[in-house]
């Protein structure tokens, strides 16, 4: 137990996480605790679509969605992949701009009012079946 003049330390990063991109599962073995989601999906899975504008989560170039349990539905939200650490992933979903372009979303579905996961899917759906 640390004292008083001790600072805690951090728990250590696991040494294997399971996480999804776009559909796909991903497992990494000892992730490296520094590294962002920005780089991961740029340099590990060759997704260049996400990127990299200020490097501090400022002006919003790398957002992506993540998705994770809550409660008894999913939570998600936008995420500044820049400053996302991969150990932080563990459990949870992640959709990029490719993951939009994979499922062919009108860009006037997208526009033409607020965005959400559930008018993503919906106008997947709707194109599915014309």
Not at 4 to 25: D, K, T, W
Not at 58 to 67: E, F, H, N
Not at 74 to 102: M, S, W, Y
Request: hydrophobic share 35%; with cysteine.
């Amino acid at each position: 137990m640390p004292s008083e003049n001790q600072p805690s330390l951090p728990p250590a990063a696991p040494s294997r996480i399971h996480f999804v991109v776009n559909g796909q599962p991903h497992r990494l073995d000892n992730p490296d605790p520094n590294r962002t989601l920005l780089n991961h999906l740029r340099e590990a899975l060759a997704l260049t679509g996400t990127k990299e504008g200020c490097a501090e989560g400022d002006c919003g170039a790398c957002t992506v969605v993540v998705s994770e349990p809550h409660g008894q539905g999913v939570r998600r939200r936008a995420v500044n992949a820049c400053i996302q650490l991969l150990p932080t992933l563990h459990g949870k979903e992640v959709l990029t701009v490719e993951g939009l372009a994979q499922n062919r979303v009108p860009i006037s579905t997208r526009c033409s009012r607020p965005w959400s996961m559930s008018t993503l899917r919906s106008a997947v759906s709707a194109r599915r079946v014309s």
